[in-house]
């Protein structure tokens, strides 16, 4: 542990957490739990011995790029995961609740009336671009430290992995899979009776044929994690990736800060979240960025001291 830095240290955490989870209640609802158990005592070894690799070879570009990159090679694994999990706390999708939220608060199914009000193709290009936007804003951000500086490159990593962990830890136990599911069954879930509008309005056909409308269908096709809406990590993750973008990439923090902000609007208006997991997902970043910096510069400087003894 004593070359360990913050991302270490979460990194390991979440993979001992969820182990544990696994170990102690997987029961009958995951059947591969001693796979999904062996991968995480496996990685948990993996990070170590590139830890230790790294102390000693740091001239190894490999290593070094390893050392600083791996959290990211880890997300889409975590993200997946949490389908297969959430069924050892609750074997219901918690829908229903946030459905009743949603029409407490505003009167209205937000994610159905959205797009009704504004069914046009420029329009929904818009925002289902902004929404794949998200995975250009991590990559984006990411690559322009790495090039820019190592060390605001992994700050900004450590940060958005602990943002991530939080976020995937929190879909074990609340498993939501958001509006997705009024336009059909999801792994087999429906909603129940009692809380299914009368009326589903369906997808404009001047959306569909628009190329990140099939973009984004594609992707959640393939590697949608089932019950990962609440907190939104889009909402979560876009944040992070913004207050980046006003700390050290100042020339493009306003074109970011509208994507941002039109990616929070497509959450809904594209039928992925609804505006509870929105406002979860401003909350999430706005408790977690700060406590990450916090966590972030307290752990690296005394890392960085006991390294010069």
């Not at 309005?201 to 949608?224: C, L, N, Q, T, V």
Request: hydrophobic content about 50%.
């Amino acid at each position: 542990m004593k070359h360990y830095a913050f991302i270490d240290c979460a990194t390991q955490g979440y993979l001992t957490i969820v182990a544990l989870l696994i170990f102690m209640f997987h029961g009958t609802a995951v059947p591969l739990w001693h796979w999904l158990l062996g991968a995480h005592v496996a990685v948990i070894g993996l990070v170590h011995l590139l830890i230790r690799g790294h102390i000693r070879h740091p001239a190894n570009r490999v290593l070094d790029f390893l050392r600083h990159f791996y959290p990211v090679l880890l997300f889409a694994f975590f993200y997946r995961e949490t389908g297969e999990l959430h069924p050892m706390f609750i074997s219901e999708y918690l829908d229903p609740a946030f459905l009743r939220l949603d029409e407490r608060i505003f009167g209205i199914q937000p994610s159905l009336a959205f797009m009704q009000v504004l069914p046009y193709w420029p329009v929904s290009e818009i925002f289902y671009a902004s929404y794949f936007s998200y995975y250009i804003m991590i990559v984006g951000v990411g690559l322009a430290l790495f090039l820019r500086n190592r060390q605001q490159f992994f700050h900004y990593v450590s940060v958005l992995s602990f943002v991530f962990y939080a976020c995937y830890l929190t879909y074990i136990f609340t498993p939501v899979m958001g509006p997705r599911v009024f336009n059909r069954a999801v792994s087999g879930y429906t909603l129940p009776a009692e809380v299914q509008p009368e009326v589903i309005p369906e997808f404009p056909d001047a959306i569909k044929s628009g190329p990140f409308f099939r973009i984004m269908a594609w992707i959640y096709d393939h590697f949608e994690a089932p019950g990962a809406a609440f907190p939104s990590s889009h909402v979560a993750v876009a944040i992070t990736t913004l207050c980046f973008s006003f700390r050290y990439l100042p020339r493009i923090r306003f074109a970011h800060l509208l994507m941002v902000v039109l990616l929070c609007l497509s959450t809904v208006y594209c039928r992925y979240h609804y505006v509870v997991d929105v406002l979860a997902g401003i909350m999430t970043a706005a408790v977690l960025l700060p406590l990450g910096n916090w966590l972030y510069f307290r752990f690296d400087r005394s890392l960085e001291r006991m390294e010069c003894v």
